[in-house]
């Protein structure tokens, strides 16, 4: 398994990747950089989400996480 895209908010301080699986899935994952532990963290728990295209990845990523869309054509 392996990031194949990341998109980043306006501050960089979160980022959604979309990954493929082994079995050529795709999914993907919000992640928010905490300072205090100065550390990416999973947040909003999307990983389960199975596509078949990176397209369609992109697509639920920008219909479920609410800063994706202005932000998706600077990725």
Request: proline share 3%; with cysteine; net charge negative.
């Amino acid at each position: 398994m392996g990031v194949v895209h990341t998109i980043w908010n306006a501050d960089k301080d979160q980022r959604v990747d979309i990954f493929q699986r082994e079995d050529g899935t795709f999914g993907f994952e919000e992640l928010r950089y905490a300072t205090e532990g100065q550390a990416w963290r999973p947040f909003g728990r999307y990983c389960e989400s199975f596509k078949e295209t990176l397209e369609a990845a992109i697509f639920e990523a920008s219909s479920r996480v609410q800063w994706v869309t202005p932000h998706i054509e600077e990725s």
